[in-house]
């Protein structure tokens, strides 16, 4: 994917609308009029589904939820208590399961106004169950907005994307099960297309599409390719057009390309077990949604179940994790110390400093000193923040690969790793590294 199609940003910005409680129309004025500081934010609940999490949870953090004025984040199908002088943004797909517990709320009256924003189109019948509800409790007016945001897809990077929501939706074994139904099938291509859809509107292009005929990705192809067509037919309802300044019109010569592949053509790279430090982390720890939860180290079994560990997050705000997530693990070892080391030189430059400025114990002279070294002592307040963040980082780093290489060294994954890229290179035979199974 290009620099011009980044999937992360235009995300972000559409969360960010929705949690600023922003019409589509009033995206320019999101930092205010022009000189201004951007307004407070107006304080809400934020409440989601299992799939509303999963898609907010790589992109925005607590702190950044925070700013955006969400003061509480809870399940939708949790015990809530009634929080009547609240506004409320509902984050759902819409089945009848969490449309009924909207309804409920209505209902209770939980909140003061209710934004139902709905990561897939909302069913007809689904809307009207809504409608039916404000109508009973008599609260019409207090239904501000309902929105289909077209969110149903997991962005994990820039140019990285992930479409299926739980571990038995939208997998290889799903779709090649011989046990599957039709019925089935095509829920999981319906899925896919409504994925892949929801991609292109969040980029605002219209992509070629190209698949190989005679399998599932055909027919991917060729239902995603009709819904396209069917929406840019309705001048009125075209989500294909936004602001310009943020968007690329669809009528661009750079349009992107989508090809897609069976997983069949090519079978062999998911069971291959590459070197790099984003794979490893994959493969060997808990790595989910670019979240990383490392086990402390245990001898005791039963004491190793019931401790949580800790969790990290490896997002693109990350510098050193951008930077070296495609690098062999020696390299990042080796990249880990010469941070540190860094990062140690940095933190006696700031003691050095501290003590030729006599600041090491109070006494009468310091006023003087630093009246004196008033450069010197910005200079050191304002790297503070960056010494204390790269600190955080690197301690991050170090944890993760020490829990790497000691999974590494118990699991004898350097072993395993060289026979792999060796019969892959057919420079060898299974027969003699049949002992490594052993």
């Known amino acids: 994917m290009s620099t011009t199609h980044l999937i992360t940003f235009p995300i972000i910005a559409t969360l960010k609308k929705m949690l600023t ?52 984040h809870l399940n939708l199908m949790s015990e809530r208590d009634s929080i009547s002088d609240v506004s409320a943004v509902y984050f759902t797909m819409p089945v009848l399961e969490h449309v009924k517990r909207i309804c409920e709320d209505i ?34 007016q207090q239904i501000a907005k309902v929105f289909d945001q077209y969110g149903n897809l997991i962005s994990l990077d820039d ?19 011989n046990e599957v139904k039709d019925t089935q099938m095509d829920s999981m291509i319906d899925a896919i297309v409504d994925g892949l859809f929801s991609v292109f509107v969040t980029l605002s292009v219209i992509p070629i599409i190209r698949a190989p005929r005679n399998n599932a990705a055909e027919l991917v192809a060729e239902r995603l390719d009709k819904r396209i067509r069917d929406n840019l037919r309705d001048p009125r309802n075209n989500l294909f057009t936004s602001d310009a300044s943020l968007q690329q019109s669809q009528f661009s010569f750079q349009r992107p390309l989508l090809i897609i592949l069976d ?31 490392v086990q402390d180290s ?5 004491q190793k179940s019931r401790h949580k560990g800790k969790s990290f997050d490896l997002s693109s705000r990350d510098k050193f994790w951008n930077a070296q997530k495609g690098s062999p693990f020696p390299t990042v070892a080796e990249a880990v110390q010469e941070e540190l080391e860094n990062y140690k030189n940095s933190e006696e430059d700031v003691k050095r400093l501290k003590h030729e400025m006599g600041l090491d114990a109070e006494t009468d002279e310091t006023v003087y000193l630093l009246s004196d070294n008033t450069v010197k002592l910005t200079s050191a307040m304002t790297s503070l923040p960056e010494l204390l963040e790269r600190k955080s980082n690197i301690n ?10 000691e999974r ?13 890229e060796k019969l892959m290179a057919r420079r060898s035979t299974v027969s003699k590294y049949g002992r490594v199974y052993a």
């Open 107 to 140: 209902r209770k009256q939980t909140y003061d106004m209710y934004y139902l924003n709905f990561i897939s189109p909302i069913p007809r019948e689904l809307l009207e169950m809504i409608a039916s509800a404000a109508v009973e409790a008599n609260c019409v």
């Open 159 to 177: 140019d990285l994307f992930v479409l299926k929501k739980k571990a038995n939706e939208i997998s290889y074994f799903a779709l090649n099960s």
């Open 396 to 405: 991050l780093h170090t944890n993760l690969a020490t829990a790497l290489l």
């Open 408 to 420: 590494i060294k118990a699991r004898r994954l350097d072993i395993f790793f060289e026979m792999e």
């Open 298 to 302: 245990a001898k005791d079994a039963t």
């Open 21 to 72: 409680l922003q019409s589509s129309t009033s995206t320019t004025k999101a930092n205010g009029p022009l000189g201004t500081a951007a307004p407070e934010p107006s304080w809400k609940i934020l409440v989601y589904d299992d799939a509303g999490k999963d898609i907010i949870s790589p992109l925005l953090s607590v702190r950044e939820l925070r700013d955006l004025g969400v003061t509480l």
């Open 263 to 293: 997983r069949n053509l090519d079978v062999a790279t998911p069971l291959h077990h590459p070197w790099t430090y984003q794979a490893l982390v994959h493969d060997v720890l808990d790595y989910q949604l670019n979240c990383v939860t």
